[in-house]
């Protein structure tokens, strides 16, 4: 035993983790949680069932008379119509497997035509009310002294094949709803989150360094996939992709619609039949099916539909129907074919590299079906298929806002699209079309490129601007995307822009902008500038940088 003033003196070594209270919302499809942590208490953490439910999710559904919200998640009654699945709203364009299922299988309980509301508010008004539950359920957990004192942060879950406009605009609407105190806001991805999260659980998982996984994120609504190698297994678990990631909409809430329409379809012209019966056998289904049926075709489930009138035909009998294992295939089959499909093309986007383990995760990852299904679609190969436990946000806002509590670090991500500018280029015979200095694309990023943790791409800029006009206060410039595997090389229709980016130089003196003469005799300031792009784990940082000097955050406005 080492003695005792030699281990305070190690104690008295040891970095003290930063007093601080950080609150992670995973903000779902169908199901949304909340958890925090008290840096300074590593074991002060909950993740405390919301609205006083037992759960530790809520429904992402919300329900409103006129423009003002009334109820939120476990609140609203069983049978009332409400905004479900609003989430998706923030990116609308983005493609995604099973699309049409989504228009096809309209949900029963939606809210009717005509009671629309913009995406944004419907948004700002549910994370609002997920904040203010949970810092009232810390106002009962905390001493009121330590909770004035403590620094608030927080943490939100972002889907990382979303568009760049639409983590911004999840990240805005956030910000709206009181999650950026003192900004302190930290956006995540959720399969990133969710990766380090399984690691730290499956431990020991069998797993070396040099080896890759994809990591499977099956949700309510969406599915996420991200592929990383291990770089590093101590002391620090660090990770990099090592593919685009990719994702499908087509988490199990398809597979409940699905169950919807084949009931519909058996029993819907019994006069009896109402919506109370179908809530019934929907719970059935949730709190039955879902958890234990793994696709055995021998497998039967009596459910009850109470009300309905005997009838051989429908199989009905005293109040009572039995689903056979071919009913359930035909009902889970096409989910599951679509989540194959996403985790096969993300293998194939891997090569020649072959993942050592596909892991689960999310609330439909934990189906066993899924597991099984999976591991008979890659039975040819030597993939493992894992279940680690859900988690995920609440660890990885811990590392992220706390360094002393860091035991996880991704090294680099796999750009999802190329990124740059238009640029003046000198006429080069076997390059260019035209004999004179034209306009061509700098893809500053390439697709595929893999980019350093916190490494920011330097953007370079340049404007002239007549002295006469005074001071330029803001400079305005162009940042452009394009989504092919292969950039052009000049403007085109495959090149969109993402975003209008506005400098702020009101802070810098007009003194250190060099003055240059015009051909038209004018005097010019001459600016040359550059704006540093950082790809975080959910968004991406803009710094205005002159001189090597970084003049704060530069505004991006997209489009």
């Known amino acids: 035993m080492a003695p005792r003033n030699l281990k305070r003196k190690r104690d008295e070594e040891q970095p003290k983790p930063e007093r601080r209270i950080i609150i992670a919302i995973d903000f779902g499809t169908t199901y949304s949680g909340c958890a925090w942590v008290h840096t300074g208490k590593p074991d002060a953490t909950s993740e405390d069932g919301l609205e006083g439910a037992t759960s530790d999710k809520v429904p992402t559904e919300i329900l409103y008379d006129g423009n003002e919200m009334t109820k939120w998640g476990f609140q609203i009654p069983v049978l009332s119509q409400r905004h479900k699945l609003f989430k998706l709203q923030l990116d609308p364009n983005q493609p995604r497997n099973f699309f049409g299922m989504a228009k096809s299988l309209p949900d029963r309980l939606a809210a009717p035509p005509g009671y629309n509301l913009p995406v944004e508010k419907m948004v700002t008004d549910y994370l609002s009310a997920l904040r203010k539950q949970v810092e009232q359920v810390l106002h009962h957990k905390i001493p009121q002294s330590a909770l004035k004192s403590t ?128 809530e019934e056998a929907m719970d059935f289904s949730e ?94 190969s030597d993939i493992k298929i894992m279940q680690p436990p859900n988690g995920g946000a609440l660890m990885k806002a811990v590392m992220e806002v706390s360094p002393s509590s860091r035991g996880v670090k991704v090294s680099g991500r796999v750009a999802r699209r190329h990124y740059g500018l238009i640029v003046g280029a000198a006429f080069e015979e076997k390059k260019h079309e035209t004999l004179r200095r034209i306009n061509v694309m700098d893809w500053s990023i390439k697709k595929g490129d893999v980019i350093k943790d916190r490494a920011p791409i330097k953007l370079p800029y340049y404007r002239d601007v007549l002295v006469s006009e005074g001071h330029p206060s803001y400079l305005r410039s162009e940042f452009l995307v394009c ?20 400098a702020d130089m009101s802070t810098i003196p007009a003194s250190r902008f ?46």
């Open 514 to 559: 060099p003055q240059i003469k015009g051909k038209d005799g004018e005097t010019y300031y001459g600016i040359e500038y550059h704006i540093h792009v950082t790809l975080l784990s959910g968004s991406i940082k803009y710094d205005l940088i002159y001189k090597r000097k970084n003049y704060g955050t530069v505004k991006a406005n997209y489009q």
């Open 483 to 502: 989504d092919e595997d292969s950039a052009p090389l000049y403007h085109d229709q495959k090149v969109t822009k993402l975003a209008e980016l506005t």
């Open 287 to 380: 709190i039955t099916i879902k958890r234990s049926y793994h696709g055995d075709p021998n497998q039967k489930y009596p459910m009850h539909v109470s009300g309905l009138a005997d009838n051989v035909s429908t199989g009905v009998l005293r109040g009572r129907f039995t689903l056979t294992g071919d009913d359930l295939h035909g009902i889970f089959q096409p989910v599951l074919e679509a989540i194959i499909t996403l985790v096969k093309d993300q293998i194939r986007a891997m090569k020649p590299t072959v993942p050592k383990a596909v892991l689960l995760v999310g609330g439909f990852g934990q189906s066993s079906y899924l597991r099984v299904s999976l591991r008979n679609a890659l039975a040819e």
């Open 151 to 278: 620094p608030i942060s927080y943490c939100m879950t972002v889907s990382a094949v979303w568009s760049d406009k639409a983590q911004a605009k999840t990240r805005q609407r956030a910000e709206l709803a009181g999650l950026n105190r003192n900004g302190h806001l930290q956006m995540t991805s959720e399969p990133e989150a969710a990766a380090v999260y399984a690691l730290d659980v499956l431990n020991p998982h069998g797993l070396k360094k040099g080896d890759t996984f994809v990591l499977c994120d099956a949700g309510g609504g969406t599915v996420d996939l991200i592929s990383n190698q291990i770089l590093a297994l101590g002391p620090l678990l660090e990770l990099r992709e090592v593919a685009p990631g990719s994702g499908g909409l087509c988490g199990s809430t398809f597979i409940n619609e699905r169950f919807a329409e084949f009931l519909i379809n058996k029993f819907g012209k019994d006069e009896n039949w109402d919506d109370q019966v179908l």
